[in-house]
């Protein structure tokens, strides 16, 4: 498949057609359930949403300016390396839905296991909220990087287009389950990303921390052993909670706390696994172990 050949795809597939219908109805259902707890008068940090509509804006400005070419153009290389191609059909995208969620899994996961990555993805668990508008709140910058999990369905014969629409698939699923106020779906609980499974990801409490990774499928979950069920009441945020509503801090804060500490390493070794290890770890030395957006 040819550069022209691509492009046409993101111009005119039904595929990306139906995307573009999903992403419209998961604003829809931001918006409604937006208005309702305003005129009802329910209980939201409203500040809070408004800071997840403008990080929200931000990141589509810039994914359309920059990160959305700079990452298809970088994963251009790996599919011309490849000498076979996976055709595209119903079962063949089936099979691309399926590798999808499974890179989506293993991205997440890593993102909350470096901290260089959890600084970028302690974005969307910052809210001590819990809301539709939270699948808004994502890294403005989280998209120079997210390719890079991209690379091995490009490998497997993938072309890019199949592979960035199924991916974004897995990641529109995941708007209607930021929700506290659909309770549990009983064996779907078992099976599938669901509200119930979500609000533990983004629970505080110590044994919500680091389970339920899952994109639309639990059963990566359930096999690598980071399942957890939906048991005491979950606490929102980040064990460390900041304390702003500013857009820009609240996307750049982990950065400017790891150079804070990063001057404060007696070794490169130090550094090193300040950048790169646990967002947890930090040297004996330090006075302060716990910075302000830990986990």
């Avoid at 795809?9 to 359930?33: C, H, Q, Y």
């Avoid at 390719?147 to 529109?172: A, E, H, R, Y």
């Avoid at 947890?280 to 302060?288: I, L, S, T, V």
Wanted: hydrophobic letters at 45%; proline letters at 4%; one cysteine or more.
């Amino acid at each position: 498949m040819t550069l022209e050949q691509i492009a046409s795809l993101f111009d005119s597939s039904p595929l990306w057609g139906a995307v573009g219908i999903i992403f419209i109805l998961n604003l829809s259902l931001i918006i409604v359930e937006i208005g309702v707890d305003y005129f009802a008068d329910e209980p939201r940090l409203w500040r809070d949403t408004g800071a997840n509509i403008i990080i929200f804006l931000l990141g589509q400005l810039l994914d359309k300016l920059i990160t959305g070419t700079l990452g298809l153009l970088a994963l251009l290389p790996f599919y011309y390396l490849v000498p076979w191609d996976i055709p595209l059909n119903i079962w063949t995208f089936g099979l691309a839905l399926l590798a999808a969620d499974l890179s989506y899994y293993w991205m997440h996961r890593i993102e909350h296991e470096h901290r260089i990555l959890w600084a970028l993805h302690s974005v969307h668990h910052s809210s001590r909220d819990y809301n539709l508008s939270i699948s808004l709140r994502l890294s403005i910058v989280e998209g120079f990087i997210e390719w890079v999990f991209l690379v091995p369905m490009i490998l497997i014969g993938f072309d890019p287009f199949t592979t960035i629409v199924s991916f974004v698939f897995v990641v529109q699923y995941q708007t209607w389950i930021h929700t506290s106020k659909i309770n549990r779906l009983g064996f779907l609980d078992r099976w599938f990303n669901t509200p119930s499974v979500h609000r533990v990801h983004h629970g505080s409490n110590s044994q919500y921390l680091d389970k339920n990774y899952a994109g639309i499928l639990l059963i990566w979950d359930r096999l690598f052993g980071t399942y957890e069920p939906e048991a005491e009441k979950v606490i929102y945020g980040l064990t460390k909670n900041i304390k702003t509503d500013n857009p820009l801090k609240i996307n750049f804060l982990e950065f400017a706390n790891i150079w804070q500490e990063l001057k404060q390493c007696r070794n490169a070794r130090d550094k090193r696994r300040l950048i790169f290890g646990k967002p947890d770890w930090r040297p004996d030395y330090f006075e302060q172990k716990s910075t302000i957006n830990e986990k």
